[in-house]
Every structure is written in structure tokens, then in C-alpha cells.
Nanobody, 127 residues
Framework: QVQLVESGGGLVQAGGSLRLSCAAS????????MGWFRQAPGKVREFVGA????????YYADSVKGRFTISRDNAKNTVYLQMNDQKPEDTAVYYC????????????????????WGLGTQVTVSS
């Protein structure tokens, strides 16, 4: 059973930075992808970014490109989301999610194709 635990959320001022972590366990993370999603109150869950476990290819939503960076520590089975130059519209609950199957490009964006989810961590950006 895959388990995902997010940490690192909090309150930050606009223009500030936070780093989220997602510690993963329960399978060998050599295939598939880890995605980051977010959901603001009253809005649908949206794709933020993803990293392919094999090879490390990364994808980002246009809204965060150039500001957010995904990285990973293979030894710790941990994926990070570094968020810089944050904006009030980044306020949301952030989730990491795991999928065992390979994805490519926009195929990584669909949350329904991720089988396991963390409980989420709140990020609030004040103006």
C-alpha cells in the first residue's frame, strides 16, 4: 500500500517562498510519476506539476512555470515542491499523488489517473 505524507505548508507573504515535501513509501518508485496538485476553496483540483520517476522529466502548469520547481531525493523516496515568488492565488491545499503508470506531457495532468494521494498541506499566501 502506497503511503504519501506531505509537509512544509504554512503562511507566507506574497513574493515569499515555501518548500513542500512528499515522503513516499509502499512500492519501488522506479516507474510512474509523482504529481503535485492543489485545490482552493470552491475550485476544482488542479495540476501543479509532476516528475517522472524514471529519468526525472518534469512538467509544470503554466500558472507556476518559472516559479515552482520539483525535485526528488531517490534515496529518501521524497519529492519536493519549491515554491518561489508566491502569489495570493497560490493559496490552496496542496496534495502529492502517485501513479504507477508512465505518463507523457498532458497525460500527467489528469488527477483521476493518480491512484494514491496524501492528505494535503495548506499553503496560504497573504497579500
Amino acid at each position: 500500500q502506497v503511503q504519501l505524507v506531505e509537509s512544509g505548508g504554512g503562511l507566507v507573504q506574497a513574493g515569499g517562498s515555501l518548500r513542500l515535501s512528499c515522503a513516499a513509501s509502499g512500492r519501488t518508485f522506479s516507474s510512474g510519476a509523482m504529481g503535485w496538485f492543489r485545490q482552493a476553496p470552491g475550485k476544482v483540483r488542479e495540476f501543479v506539476g509532476a516528475i517522472i520517476w524514471s529519468g526525472g522529466t518534469k512538467y509544470y502548469a503554466d500558472s507556476v512555470k518559472g516559479r515552482f520547481t520539483i525535485s526528488r531525493d531517490n534515496a529518501k523516496n521524497t519529492v519536493y515542491l519549491q515554491m518561489n515568488d508566491q502569489k495570493p492565488e497560490d493559496t490552496a491545499v496542496y496534495y502529492c499523488a502517485d501513479r504507477a503508470s508512465y505518463c507523457l506531457g498532458y497525460g500527467c495532468y489528469e488527477p483521476r489517473l493518480y491512484g494514491y494521494w496524501g492528505l494535503g498541506t495548506q499553503v496560504t499566501v497573504s497579500s
